[in-house]
């Protein structure tokens, strides 16, 4: 099984309005199916689960959509924060939380406290979040450490912006499959350091669509890769 499973959340609106239903409930649908993923994760032994769920890009949807999608995250720590419990979950949220609104800031910082000592499944939310972003806050902390004297220059090296990265609080912290939905074949700026030699498996199926069945074949398909890691099978 793959330690650390990465899901691209997408084709939510496609599939709400493909079937004339207003956009909120493909993201209420997709809310059920993120949690399906995550409690079969804990039953398959999975360690570390990442969940785009909403990008630095997200914030040009019209404001009525992004607001529905910040209340809608608010609700899915709320409302499974006993789950987590339960089933032994860990919850770290990844991303620039400024701009967030501060009752998700509040539930955030609750979970992360409340969840920190559990051992079973991490669950990394992005919320915010952009590879791109990502490294480019490892590069200014990396700075200010070469700056305060803490850090030389000839010590950065490939372990220690991996440190600075926001997926450095996990045990493991580079994903081993990425599922993407809805078709698209892109990784969409979403873990661009950590996902070097990440196997990719891209369903056609909407996400409200994804069911169990569908994340066992990805799991099947990436059993069936030969990971070389950039060098040669003899």
């Not at 207003?22 to 079969?40: C, N, Q, T, Y």
């Not at 915010?128 to 450490?145: C, E, F, H, P, R």
């Not at 081993?176 to 950590?194: H, K, P, V, Y």
């Amino acid at each position: 099984m793959p330690k650390h499973v990465a899901v691209i959340l997408d084709g939510n609106r496609r599939w709400a309005k493909a079937r004339g239903f207003p956009v909120e409930l493909g993201h209420v649908e997709g809310k059920r199916v993120m949690m399906e993923i995550a409690f079969l994760s804990c039953k398959w032994d999975v360690k570390v689960l990442s969940l785009f769920c909403f990008s630095t890009e997200n914030w040009s949807r019209p404001q009525e959509e992004v607001d529905n999608l910040m209340t809608l995250l608010e609700e899915v720590v709320q409302t499974y924060l006993v789950d987590f419990f339960s089933y032994n979950i860990r919850i770290s949220v990844m991303g620039d939380r400024a701009k967030l609104p501060e009752s998700l800031i509040k539930v955030i910082n609750m979970a992360e406290e409340n969840t920190k000592g559990n051992k079973g499944l991490h669950i990394l939310i992005a919320i915010n979040y952009s590879g791109q972003y990502d490294i480019v806050k490892a590069t200014k902390n990396i700075v200010l450490k070469v700056k305060s004297g803490i850090v030389e220059i000839e010590d950065i090296n490939k372990s220690l912006i991996e440190e600075e990265l926001e997926t450095s609080c996990a045990k493991y912290p580079i994903p081993d499959l990425l599922i993407r939905t809805s078709g698209e074949q892109r990784i969409s700026n979403f873990m661009l350091w950590q996902m070097a030699y990440t196997e990719l498996v891209f369903s056609k199926k909407m996400f409200p669509e994804f069911e169990e069945q569908d994340y066992v074949e990805a799991l099947l398909s990436f059993q069936k890769r030969d990971r070389r890691f950039g060098g040669k099978k003899y």
